[in-house]
């Protein structure tokens, strides 16, 4: 790892923060609806919605749901199920709640009103160190080092960081570092330009190193392989799951059951989900109409891809003792209409499919 060239040495006439700096004021995205704000509560609900998600996906969601909950107040008063209506398609649910759950620690904790340091705001419910400083640098003016994905993947191709950060001692080392190259001044402009460097030029597969400000000195692109950089050996192994669901309709009605809360998807409202199409398809035996296979639904999660495979079955009409022995099968939900489920909080994946065979 080589620190000086960015540290005001002779072969660095401007330190690596003031490039950063200087970059983001002529460079940087300055026209995202939660810069130019210091409110906490807009400042906050940005950054956990970015998290692992594009700032395209993202821009839309944000604006309604600050329309639906302007503020923090409003968020904590609402039913959690309005909460995860809003963010259904966005993904990483848990994120939902523990915005819900921080807001109502807010407003619990603290009058309603965000503190003005990283080390309080990190003790909120899902709001992690580099999120806290994040919050704290823009809206109170902390010098706090922010270390999210796209930052670590510029600080440590700049610095040549060689250590393994799937190891707890080195993710502390470079949190170490990344504290060491704050600046004095200008810290919003800083760690705004750190996020943009990011997620516009050192990208994760095709950095554009001449764009960056930081070309002159980092060790990744004089090493011919910034790709190589951050050094992560721990990987995950990817698992794959196929789980049936049941669809089941009477007249203008389907049945939708909650889902547990904890696990994927928790909390969100769901098709009935069984771990083998057999059992489904046992259940179904002893019910009226003749079950329709539609076609499966493919989607990735963080661990593991996972297939889908929906069955519809249609209740006679009116027919109040299908319904009952329908329910005793069922896992407990309710009857919902196909426009009051789609604006429920549903899985993306459940969701697309109401809305292409729900006709």
Known sequence: MRTEDFTGGEAAP???SERVIAWQRT?????LPWQGTRDPYRVWLSEIMLQQTQVSTVLAYYERFLARFPDVATLAAAPL???????SGLGYYSRARNLHRCAQAVMERHGGRFPPSSEALAALPGIGRSTAAAIAAFCFGERAAILDGNVKRVLTRALGFEQDLSQASAERELWAQATALLPRQG??????????????VCTLRRPSCLLCPLQHGCVGREQGDPTRYPVKTRRLTRGRRRHALLWLRQGDRLWLTQRPDSGVWASLWSLPEYENVDGLVDRLSVLPGEAELLPAVEHALTHFDWTLQPWRLELPAGDESARAAAEALLPPGRWVTLEEALQMGLPAPVRRLLEREGG
């Open 14 to 16: 401007l330190t690596l």
């Open 27 to 31: 460079h940087g995205r300055h026209g």
């Open 81 to 87: 199920d309005d909460v995860l209506a809003l963010w």
């Open 187 to 200: 810290i919003e402009t800083y760690t705004q330009g750190l996020m943009d460097l990011g997620a516009t």
